[in-house]
């Protein structure tokens, strides 16, 4: 096996470790977006729960704005931790995409080594051929 050949395999195992990365970056995408639906559902509860037909209003209004203040505090950690994300995201692709032109132009290189090597192959057997039958 020739050596672009070996380089088109090993590009092809780097390729796949790439889609990994990808995969799991969005993946973590995902699961940063779930925790900050599930904190604006939280919101909209004490949001929701702060009325006055409740006898007991007065009393948790305080531990009702800690908590929104909390959910604030973890929202702004949830986009940072998104906004790196997403960037992580973008390299892999980036990486990805540079992996896949360089995985196609060493296969072109690859296939056309091999057709070299059939011709030249292809030749042999016919100058072996004709050379005998002169003989």
């Known amino acids: 096996m020739s050596e672009t050949a070996d380089r088109v395999k090993r590009l ?3 390729l796949k470790v790439q ?3 990808r995969l ?3 993946w973590r995408i995902g699961q940063l977006r779930e925790q900050r639906l599930a904190l604006e559902k939280s919101d909209a509860d004490i949001l929701a729960s702060l009325g006055v037909d409740n006898a007991l209003h007065g009393l948790f209004v305080g531990a009702k704005v800690s908590n929104l203040r909390r959910n604030e505090v973890e929202r702004q950690r949830l986009s ?3 906004s790196e994300a997403e960037e992580r995201l ?3 692709r ?3 995409k540079s992996i896949e032109k360089e995985r196609s132009k060493t296969g072109r290189i690859a296939d056309a080594e091999a ?3 059939e011709r030249d192959a292809s ?3 016919f100058l072996a051929r004709t050379v005998s039958s002169f003989e």
């Open 90 to 92: 973008r390299q892999v």
């Open 24 to 26: 799991l970056e969005e």
């Open 115 to 117: 057709e070299a090597d």
């Open 19 to 21: 889609a990994q990365k």
């Open 94 to 96: 980036r990486v990805e």
């Open 80 to 82: 940072d931790a998104e």
């Open 123 to 125: 030749i042999d057997a």
């Open 12 to 14: 092809n195992r780097i």
